[in-house]
T-cell receptor
Framework: SAVISQKPSRDICQRGTSLTIQCQVD?????MFWYRQQPGQSLTLIAT?????????ESGFVIDKFPISRPNLTFSTLTVSNMSPEDSSIYLC?????????????FGPGTRLTVL | AQSVTQLDSQVPVFEEAPVELRCNYS??????LFWYVQYPNQGLQLLLK??????LVKGINGFEAEFNKSQTSFHLRKPSVHISDTAEYFC????????????FGQGTRLTINP
């Protein structure tokens, strides 16, 4: 399976600022995804990070609030812009394809974000 | 579109007892099925998956699950739990075509009591 790392592991931010989360995979993968896990809740897909093109966002998520980059087959970033306390969540990236197989997503350890 | 229902939000069990975590799904197309585990303050780890073939799948840490197409269920079982199994368990589905996006259930918190 692919090994996925995320930076930072956690952060405390002020309202109105932005935070960029990095996701690195140890091998080339076909697809990368970003999820949000609000406190005590399940995971919700934010977007699919497409290599070399704009991300595909799910209903309720927009590019201005959550810009995503994927410059190559092993790396992606998610920015949480103009943050408010409602953005306090765990943000997880996942990867699919490559050594892990085409049918299974593997997850990073998550970034725990607290917005004051 | 797919949806997943985990019927129990919390399951308390005594150590060495058997456990079953229930998962039902809804989909108009064929799906892949997954169970993930999330230990406190960690990311998600794949426990097991059903793609095709035998309906009984075995995973890590002694867990197994059975796919029942007629009942659209994928219940997770372990014959004897350990304190270290205390975690949040998520059932998820993806369609076998297209982008294979995962849809998660609400999760079941498994608490093992000594």
């Amino acid at each position: 399976s692919a090994v996925i790392s995320q930076k930072p592991s956690r952060d405390i931010c002020q309202r109105g600022t932005s935070l960029t989360i990095q996701c690195q995979v140890d091998s080339q993968v076909t697809m990368m995804f970003w999820y949000r896990q609000q406190p005590g809740q399940s995971l919700t897909l934010i977007a699919t990070a497409n290599q070399g093109s704009e991300a595909t966002y799910e209903s309720g998520f927009v590019i201005d609030k959550f810009p995503i980059s994927r410059p190559n087959l092993t790396f992606s970033t998610l920015t949480v812009s103009n943050m408010s306390p409602e953005d306090s969540s765990i943000y997880l990236c996942s990867a699919q394809g490559g050594q892990g197989g085409l049918d299974t997503q593997y997850f990073g350890p998550g970034t725990r974000l607290t917005v004051l | 579109a797919q949806s997943v229902t985990q019927l129990d939000s919390q399951v308390p069990v005594f150590e060495e007892a058997p456990v079953e975590l229930r998962c039902n799904y809804s989909s108009s197309v064929s799906v892949y099925l997954f169970w993930y585990v999330q230990y406190p303050n960690q990311g998600l780890q794949l426990l097991l998956k059903y793609l095709s073939g035998s309906t009984l799948v075995k995973g890590i840490n002694g867990f197994e699950a059975e796919f029942n197409k007629s009942q659209t269920s994928f219940h997770l079982r372990k014959p004897s739990v350990h304190i270290s199994d205390t975690a949040e368990y998520f059932c998820a589905v993806s369609d076998i075509q297209g982008a294979q996006k995962l849809v998660f259930g609400q999760g079941t918190r498994l608490t093992i009591n000594p």
